[in-house]
């Protein structure tokens, strides 16, 4: 009796995507990657993307092949966001990170809540240059604030390639199915702008995708949210973010960057505004353009 044959490894490699397996390289060695920083990226072992890189993938080509998309695509997206000021630790970039983790941890509906201009968007801005597949929503009078508002945001930043309305249905049970069990991280920058039903609506998200949801907003969003007893009772993580008594730390650094030959001149002006209303975002710019 013959024995049998072990298959050769050869047989079990898959077809990839060998376009897109050209942008991930590049990706990789544009931002100087290792294989396992990269694999964090893409939530995947250096193992498996070594393989892919290699032409040797072996496992899930579908389902690594969705989150490299969604990492392209969201960074060609950030790059075309360009920032006043190079976005830099601070207090609030702790508070508002270690507060983002523990939502995404733990797959809460969390609420991140602090004055205007204390630096919660850069922060925001800082946590998802180093988690990339964060999907983040920044809202303003002029995008959609409801449940379409938030559809479209997210249709954008991830891809869609597969989607037909026949077989799946309208854009937000696809969006459902896609993110479902995945983990993705949501983050909604001046969250205090949701309408009633945008809020209702995130909250449906979470439980029919199990996402982690970050809400990230001025005093009133806190207001909104304790006005429904029911939402509030589903807040897993309530954080206010505050400067507290590190504002002339934060005033100094942000000199430093912008306007160094002027830090001892302007650093008691720049504590004063930092520590009132406006603080980073108008020290910010008003010292930009003088040093500029």
């Not at 809540?113 to 180093?130: E, H």
Request: net charge positive; aromatic share 4%.
């Amino acid at each position: 009796m013959t024995p049998p044959t072990a298959t050769p490894a050869n047989d079990r490699v898959k077809p990839i995507d060998q376009l897109l397996r050209q942008q991930l390289q590049k990706y990789k060695d544009r931002e100087s990657l290792s294989l396992k920083d990269l694999g964090k990226r893409i939530d995947a072992s250096e193992a498996m993307v070594s393989r892919y890189l290699s032409d040797r993938f072996e496992g899930d080509v579908g389902g690594i092949e969705l989150k490299i998309r969604d990492l392209i695509k969201l960074d060609e997206m950030r790059a075309l966001v360009i920032q006043e000021i190079e976005t830099f630790p601070t207090l609030v970039t702790k508070q508002v990170h270690n507060a983002l983790e523990l939502i995404r941890k733990n797959s809460h509906v969390g609420l991140i809540f602090g004055d205007a201009g204390v630096g919660k968007s850069r922060a925001i801005q800082l946590y998802t240059s180093k988690t990339p597949l964060s999907l983040q929503i920044t809202l303003s009078r002029f995008s959609g604030s409801d449940t379409n508002g938030i559809i479209t945001a997210i249709w954008r930043q991830i891809d869609t390639s597969a989607y037909r309305r026949k077989r799946d249905g309208n854009r937000g049970s696809f969006l459902v199915e896609r993110l479902k069990g995945s983990g993705r991280m949501l983050i909604i920058d001046n969250a205090h702008r949701l309408t009633r039903v945008g809020r209702e609506a995130l909250f449906d998200f979470h439980d029919a995708t199990g996402c982690p949801i970050a809400l990230v907003g001025n005093p009133e969003l806190l207001d909104a949210i304790e006005e429904n007893d029911q939402q509030f009772s589903r807040v897993g993580v309530r954080m206010k973010a505050d400067l507290k008594d590190k504002a002339e730390e934060a005033a100094g650094e942000l000199l430093t960057r912008v306007w160094p030959e002027a830090v001892a001149e302007l650093l008691d002006l720049a504590t004063t505004v930092v520590t009132h209303h406006g603080r980073l975002r108008a020290c910010g710019t008003r010292s930009a353009l003088p040093a500029s």
